[in-house]
């Protein structure tokens, strides 16, 4: 496995480093749950990439966060996104986290 160099992502795709972490994000996150034609994900969800998908009795859904400070710093953030994340798809009971 080839450990990312972050600045060197950012210096390749200057134009939006953001845009393409959760392009990848989306990409590992359907093939992970063997969703080969993708997830609906076109539309304005609150706190959420996509629409949450089921496997059996779970719900998952998923967020993709390219920062340039600390995860640590972002805490409030993180915990806001859950609230409201939780709030507009009560059935959601698991949610996975890309960071850089």
């Given at each position: ?7 060197i992502f950012r210096s390749k795709l200057p134009d939006n480093p953001q845009f ?71 059935g959601i009971n698991k949610i996975y986290f890309y960071t850089n």
């Amino acid at each position: 496995m080839i450990k990312p160099d972050w600045n060197i992502f950012r210096s390749k795709l200057p134009d939006n480093p953001q845009f393409h972490f959760e392009w990848i994000c989306y990409l590992l996150f359907c093939n992970e749950h063997g969703k080969n034609t993708g997830i609906f994900r076109y539309k304005n969800q609150s706190s959420i990439e996509t629409d949450p998908i089921a496997i059996d009795e779970i719900v998952i859904e998923w967020q993709a966060k390219f920062d340039d400070t600390a995860l640590s710093d972002h805490k409030a953030d993180m915990l806001e996104m859950l609230e409201k994340a939780t709030r507009d798809y009560p059935g959601i009971n698991k949610i996975y986290f890309y960071t850089n």
